[in-house]
């Protein structure tokens, strides 16, 4: 057992001495890459879980009445999925290259991998890294131009993403409203979030844009992050707090954009 | 034979564990399918295997953790560790419901000896994250989820081997 233990304590100390100086990143890289295939067949597997089992009563009931029809039924649906699977992505891409036409910026498409294995952060990998021009700080957008984070780590060949509503997440914003208020939109332990440092005299309403202000040097003024749904405000205190409400929804993203300004 | 599937279930079962908790997704964090393994593999194989195990699918979660690189690994093993000690010393009972506290057990141990290494870490300037309430909440999300597979586990295993047949209680 002595022996056992030593080994394993020995193997984690090693695997974290070399990944900090750098010694383990092509086998890291090579592990993302290498099992990003297969995730995403098990994502796809996964997602359509609810579908499959649908799937599997109907055809329970055709095996009763008609073999060959069960057969023909079985191959209608999957391609019925994938070209709905496909549409989905159609219409996807389709958006943000509308984006990146209307828009001067340089982009960097990435498909994700994966979320994170830990239950702390809010977080995405990217099969995009150094070797394709990302760097840490570099907003990351999906959709039709709508921010959803910030890359937080760099390897060669693949990214962490920060997601905005991970509780570290931070990026300088303005509301769009009269008085152009400036402030920090604030992740909120992966929920939701929030935009804070408002001061008091502020005019906010419900529905109000919230963009970035272009303050953070890696970050492009204007991009989309979220609207208005409250606001909470304390008279004793100097600064108010934005409730903020996503334009779209976090989970189950597939396609993302890095933005290099 | 036996060492291929231990390796195997080391590699798949993390980048299971990945989808299902999806991009951010609710079961990130309430489902720990490797540790649920784990209190299987201290049932029972060797101990050398449950620590090889631990280990790899550990370093293979750190690769896709945003948290400082080594933590799951070195919970997993920690885990791995005192579960090993306890079911050696303890939980000498093959019955399901020490099964069901040994579930419990490794799960709060998991998760402390989790809590512990991100304090460390956060103390030691290397991590901005330190666990929030939402983080107790999905323990107890871990606890459900855990005792649950572990009962179909229990049940899967009793079909076509009899480790886990009672051994005084009936």
């Known amino acids: 057992m002595i022996k056992s233990s030593v080994i394993g304590l020995t193997a984690i100390f090693l695997a974290v001495f070399f990944h900090y100086i750098g010694w383990l990143r092509p086998i890291e890289s090579l592990v993302v890459i290498a099992f990003s295939p297969v995730q995403q067949l098990a994502g796809s597997i996964y997602g359509g879980g609810a579908g499959i089992y649908d799937f599997w009563l109907k055809k329970r009931d055709l095996v009763k009445e008609n073999r060959s029809l069960q057969a023909e039924l079985a191959a209608a649906a999957i391609d019925a999925s994938k070209f709905k699977a496909l549409e989905e992505e159609n219409a996807l891409l389709k958006k943000e290259i509308n984006f990146i036409d209307e828009n001067n910026f340089k982009f960097v498409a990435a498909k994700i991998i994966s979320g994170v294995s830990d239950p702390l952060s809010q977080s995405v990998i990217i099969n995009r890294g150094r070797r394709d021009g990302l760097e840490k700080g570099l907003a990351v957008i999906a959709d039709s131009g709508i921010m959803i984070g910030k890359i937080s780590e760099v390897e060669d060949d693949f990214s962490k993403v920060v997601l905005l509503s991970d509780n570290k997440s931070r990026v300088a914003a303005t509301i769009q409203n009269l008085d152009h208020t400036v402030g920090l939109v604030e992740g909120q332990y992966g929920l939701s979030f929030s935009m804070t440092n408002i001061p008091q005299n502020q005019e906010i309403k419900d529905g109000d844009l919230v963009v970035t202000s272009g303050l953070e040097g890696k970050i492009p003024k204007n991009l989309l992050i979220a609207k208005v749904a409250g606001v909470r405000s304390v008279e004793s205190e100097i600064f108010k707090t934005a409730i903020l409400k996503p334009i779209i929804l976090l989970d189950g993203l597939s396609y993302v954009l890095a933005v290099i300004p | ?170």
């Open chain 2, 1 to 170: 034979m036996k060492n291929k599937f231990y390796i195997a279930l080391a590699v798949v079962l993390p980048v299971f564990q990945l989808v299902i908790g999806g991009t951010a997704g609710f079961f990130n964090g309430r489902i720990n399918l490797v540790l649920v393994v784990l209190i299987i593999l201290v049932n029972l194989a060797d101990f050398y295997w449950v620590v090889l195990f631990a280990t790899a699918s550990g370093l293979l979660l750190d690769v896709y953790s945003g948290l400082p690189f080594g933590l799951l690994a070195g919970s997993l093993f920690l885990t791995a560790l005192a579960l090993s000690l306890l079911f050696n010393n303890l939980f000498s009972n093959f019955s399901f419901h020490s099964l069901l506290l040994f579930g419990l057990i490794a799960v709060l141990s998991y998760n402390l000896f989790f809590t512990g290494l991100v304090v460390l870490a956060y103390s030691l300037g290397f991590s901005d994250y330190l666990p929030h309430w939402d983080y107790f909440y999905k323990v107890l999300w871990q606890i459900a989820t855990t005792e649950l597979l572990m009962i179909g586990a229990y049940y899967f295993i009793n079909s076509w081997s009899k480790k886990f047949k009672p051994a005084f209680i009936t």
